[in-house]
T-cell receptor
Framework: NAGVMQNPRHLVRRRGQEARLRCSPMKGHSHVYWYRQLPEEGLKFMVYLQKENIIDESGMPKERFSAEFPKEGPSILRIQQVVRGDSAAYFC????????????FGEGSRLTVL | AQKVTQAQTEISVVEKEDVTLDCVYETRDTTYYLFWYKQPPSGELVFLIRRNSFDEQNEISGRYSWNFQKSTSSFNFTITASQVVDSAVYFCALSEFNQAGTALIFGKGTTLSVSS
């Protein structure tokens, strides 16, 4: 399966712990996006990265959230000191260069904060 | 500001019925893209279609068809002869034109349930 791979699929954390979500884009894709889906809501853009660069983080909360896409390895979305309101499905998507909007999504990582 | 409205939260139909999912958008851009994605129970989002604002031709792909009307800012999606496998959440989305990496603005989705 050469699709976008996200792990873990499900993650449970207690308030105050850290959550790390990983995303491996499709082969040949150099653009990675993170979206968050709250219950009964559509997807909200969080951040757009290319290798080693954050291009647009306008949708990312200013505190506790960070993202990276290193030269080697998967993209990581990191949430520090999680709170109950962080419970959501986090989707990663990738696209080939120069293809606006045609995003290929992973199956999502569902974070539950107790 | 850009906005996508999917007024239908849930729709239930019986197999073989036709069903139309509505999508209304707002944008100040003169050029933009519109999309539909399907989210089956497994969770991943599946790309269905992308249309640019210059092309108002309706499109048909098998049992799926899309009606883009710029005059009413709508991009509706029709499934003909629905099947149980069509049960999913369907999202309409909007983005600026010709900018790689531009964020998609999603509607809240319409949950379609097709019963046999």
């Amino acid at each position: 399966n050469a699709g976008v791979m996200q792990n873990p699929r499900h993650l449970v954390r207690r308030r105050g712990q850290e959550a790390r979500l990983r995303c491996s884009p499709m082969k040949g894709h150099s653009h990675v996006y993170w979206y968050r889906q709250l219950p009964e809501e559509g997807l909200k853009f969080m951040v757009y990265l290319q290798k080693e660069n954050i291009i647009d983080e306008s949708g990312m909360p200013k505190e506790r959230f960070s993202a990276e896409f290193p030269k080697e390895g998967p993209s990581i979305l990191r949430i520090q000191q999680v709170v109950r309101g962080d419970s959501a499905a986090y989707f990663c998507a990738s696209s080939p260069q120069g293809t606006p909007g045609e995003l290929f999504f992973g199956e999502g990582s569902r974070l539950t904060v107790l | 500001a850009q906005k996508v409205t999917q007024a239908q939260t849930e729709i239930s139909v019986v197999e073989k019925e036709d069903v139309t999912l509505d999508c209304v958008y707002e944008t100040r851009d003169t050029t933009y893209y519109l999309f539909w994605y399907k989210q089956p129970p497994s969770g991943e989002l599946v790309f269905l279609i992308r249309r640019n604002s210059f092309d108002e031709q309706n499109e048909i792909s098998g049992r799926y068809s899309w009606n883009f009307q710029k005059s009413t800012s709508s991009f509706n999606f029709t499934i003909t002869a629905s099947q149980v496998v069509d049960s999913a959440v369907y999202f309409c989305a909007l983005s600026e034109f010709n900018q790689a990496g531009t964020a998609l603005i999603f509607g809240k989705g319409t949950t379609l349930s097709v019963s046999s």
